[in-house]
């Protein structure tokens, strides 16, 4: 079984915080990795895609890929009211010639005013 | 979301009945994905599509079928409804392998 882990949270950052999310993979395989974020009630909605290993950074958003050691990561600085939400970690694997996404469980983010 | 719509929004159906969901898109995309979420669960495949008549299972697929005749519809049928389908549905589109997806609204679907 193909397995992606998250911290099981809840987290909790004051406003203007660095939020750091965390998650594992077991399949050295993957190829591409994301971070959906998704409000009660709602659907999730893709914020950050990285397929190399490194840094890709936008706006307040970072994402951090370490694949020998099977880690990727997202950090949310200058953390809003509004960045609150569960935040699911996805890693696509290989499937025969396509793909699937494998999503973690998610962890959900609180920030305090 | 943009492009994909799932119908209806919300179901309350009784135990033993049969009930299909759609979902439909205007992307052309030719990858779909079926999935419910449960608190304690998470997102859980339940079948998929890479094409017109293309479909396969996912992990928590007993009980569920599926049919695509056409590229932007993606039904998903619960044959005989029971309280542990109970859940919020959510249809995916994908443009490419090793893209991400993007999510419909979803349903959230009743049981009783």
């Known amino acids: 079984q193909k397995e992606v882990e998250q911290n099981s949270g809840p987290l909790s950052v004051p406003e203007g915080a660095i939020a750091s999310l965390n998650c594992t993979y077991s399949d050295r395989g993957s190829q591409s990795f994301f971070w959906y974020r998704q409000y009660s009630g709602k659907s999730p909605e893709l914020i950050m895609f990285?397929?190399?290993?490194g840094d890709k950074e936008d706006g307040r958003f970072t994402a951090q890929l370490n694949k020998a050691s099977q880690y990727v990561s997202l950090l949310i600085r200058d953390s809003q009211p509004s960045d609150s939400a569960t935040y699911l970690c996805?890693?696509?694997?290989?499937?025969?010639?396509?793909?699937?996404?494998?999503f973690g469980k998610g962890i959900t983010l609180s920030v305090r005013p | 979301d943009a492009g994909i719509t799932q119908s209806p929004r919300h179901k309350v159906t009784e135990t033993g009945t049969p009930v299909t969901l759609r979902c439909h898109q205007t992307?052309?995309?030719?990858?779909m994905y079926w999935y419910r979420q449960d608190p304690g669960h998470g997102l859980r495949l339940i079948h998929y599509s890479y094409g017109v008549k293309d479909t396969d299972k996912g992990e928590v697929s007993d009980g569920y079928s599926v049919s695509r005749s056409k590229t932007e519809d993606f039904l998903l049928t619960l044959e005989s409804a029971t309280s542990s389908q109970t859940s919020v549905y959510f249809c995916?589109?994908?443009?490419?392998?090793?893209?991400?997806?993007?999510f419909g609204s979803g349903t959230r679907l009743t049981v009783v």
């Open positions: 996805a890693v696509n694997q290989r499937a025969g010639a396509n793909s699937k996404l494998t």
């Open positions: 995916a589109i994908q443009a490419r392998p090793y893209y991400g997806y993007t």
């Open positions: 992307e052309n995309h030719r990858y």
């Open positions: 990285i397929y190399s290993n």
